[in-house]
């Protein structure tokens, strides 16, 4: 065993330089108590033996264990240091608090061996110089390693009993909050949160009603302050609301109560896997016909099977006196003001609302029938889209996929015919099923005030199922009024309807 006399680097007047380092795998209530104890209890032994401390380094809620997911930015500093010669002596509370992985072990060894950097821990000084000393080190090293593998294993044991009963684990999801006892502290269970419990349910509903993602974002920021599009994503995806618990890809009924009702959860799930949804930065729509409005000379020359672009809006520049303009593009067969353009299609829709046509557009439905016919449908396209996912991807360990090529034919021959009678099903009971349509059409009076609501995006939604607009060229040059002759309406009741493909919106040009 070492002691100071023969293993202090430099003289007895200048004073050991020291380091002293504390770590803590968990922080939960992110006061660092544990880890101030083991620097107060380093800082005495610095104390007692006469030594300066030169700095500490401090990992909070960090492993060191080879299972560790995070990078422990102090130790990073540490070893940095020692590199750069600043120490004589690094000072910790235990072993296991600079490493429990026996590879960090190994190389931390080697480092103090080739700088003279002593090890001070448990109130005993080690030399890596020393065959003795690096031996006692790597079997406490060993014996921390195999704790950090044998704590592993216990977790995983109890997270996978835990699935398996369907009871919490893990963190807790936001719209839930945690009971525990009173008396010894374990948990009983999980709650709906009194407040976010709402929010989560209403940013679902709104999501089913295809709101825009920067306007959910905006919401859950408001009770999430560091929410992102990504961390919505998460959230609207997972089936904690509906009552699952989940591990591993498996599902199974949890203890909690559900938050979302499982028809509106399977209806946003269908939305956010839709190839065809929108993935451009800018998910700000200003233009009301943009991209959907038709030009009559392109309609009449493009054959049916081709996709047929529609009129692209031009703003005037820097050009005085002249305004936005919808525009054929690459044709410049049509064009007329935006504004003018735009009031014809909305007071024309709105006296469509009001007429016998549109309260016979769409036939009437059971609601609470239709809500469960869409959960199904949806629940088994997902199943579908997930598995061929699955068969998509490889584990990083056997190289296999994550599902085979057999299981996914199996799956694709039971889940297609149930698809099929869920969407045959959907069809006969839904007219419409869509909540933005469903609003304008459930009371003709209020159509108009429900419109005035209505944010840009679902406005075009509307246009795109409700009507198709053809702007046809002007009798003389000249003429800028627009009457029947000039614009075609055709709504969703009559021949020759069809509805608009969501596509990306046209740039905008200027």
């Excluded at 769409?362 to 699955?390: K, N, Y």
Aim: aromatic share 6%.
């Amino acid at each position: 065993m070492s002691t100071l006399a023969d293993t202090t680097p430099g003289t007895q007047e200048q004073p050991l330089r020291a380091g002293i380092y504390g770590r803590a795998s968990q922080d939960r209530s992110k006061r660092g108590r544990s880890v101030r104890d083991q620097i107060a209890d380093c800082r005495r032994e610095c104390s007692t033996r006469g030594w300066t401390v030169v700095d500490e380094y401090i990992d909070l809620d960090r492993s060191a264990s080879r299972h560790a997911r995070k990078v422990r930015e102090d130790y990073t500093r540490l070893v940095a240091d020692i590199q750069a010669g600043k120490l004589d002596m690094l000072v910790s509370w235990e072993s296991s608090r600079v490493s429990r992985d026996l590879d960090v072990y190994v190389k931390l060894r080697n480092l103090c061996t080739d700088t003279g950097v002593l090890w001070c821990y448990n109130g005993t000084i080690y030399d890596m110089r020393k065959g003795a000393d690096r031996t006692t080190t790597a079997i406490m090293a060993m014996m921390a390693e195999a704790e950090a593998d044998s704590m592993q294993e216990r977790s995983a044991r109890t997270t996978r009993l835990s699935a398996g009963r369907g009871t919490p684990h893990g963190r807790i999801p936001f719209g839930y909050a945690r009971r525990y006892d009173p008396d010894d502290g374990h948990l009983l269970g999980q709650v709906p949160h009194p407040v976010h419990a709402d929010v989560v349910l209403d940013l679902f509903q709104r999501a089913a009603d295809r709101e825009t993602v920067r306007s959910l974002t905006a919401t859950l920021c408001q009770h999430v302050p560091r929410a992102s599009t990504r961390g919505l994503t998460y959230l609207l995806q997972n089936r904690t609301y509906i009552g699952l618990r989940s591990h591993f890809g498996q599902h199974v009924k949890a203890t909690w109560e559900p938050i979302v009702p499982e028809a509106l959860f399977w209806r946003v799930q269908e939305i956010i896997v839709n190839p065809e949804r929108r993935t451009s930065r800018d998910t700000r729509a200003l233009h009301l016909l943009s991209g959907i409005a038709m030009c009559g000379v392109c309609k009449e020359n493009t054959p049916p099977d081709q996709p047929l672009p529609g009129l692209r809006l031009v703003r005037p520049g820097a050009q005085p006196r002249r305004v936005s303009r919808y525009c054929c593009k690459p044709g410049s067969h049509v064009a007329t003001g935006a504004e003018r353009l735009e009031a014809y299609v909305e007071e024309h829709l709105m006296v469509w609302f009001k007429s016998p046509e549109a309260a016979t557009a769409f036939a009437s439905r059971d609601d609470g029938a239709l809500e469960e016919a869409r959960g199904r449908a949806a629940r088994i396209r997902v199943q579908l889209q997930e598995a061929r996912a699955m068969a998509a991807e490889f584990d990083d360990t056997t190289g296999m996929p994550l599902l085979s090529i057999a299981s996914l034919a199996d799956m694709e021959r039971r889940l297609a015919p149930m698809a099929a009678r869920a969407e045959e099903d959907l069809r006969r009971l839904a007219a419409v099923g869509d909540p933005v349509l469903d609003q304008l059409l459930a009371d003709p009076e209020r159509a108009e005030a429900v419109w005035e609501r209505l944010g840009m995006e679902k406005r075009r939604h509307a246009v795109r199922n409700l009507v198709n607009v053809t702007l046809h060229k002007a009798a003389a040059q000249g003429i800028r009024s627009l009457d029947e002759s000039r614009v075609t309406l055709t709504f969703v009741s009559q021949p020759g309807f069809t509805s608009r493909p969501t596509i990306r919106r046209p740039p905008v040009e200027g």
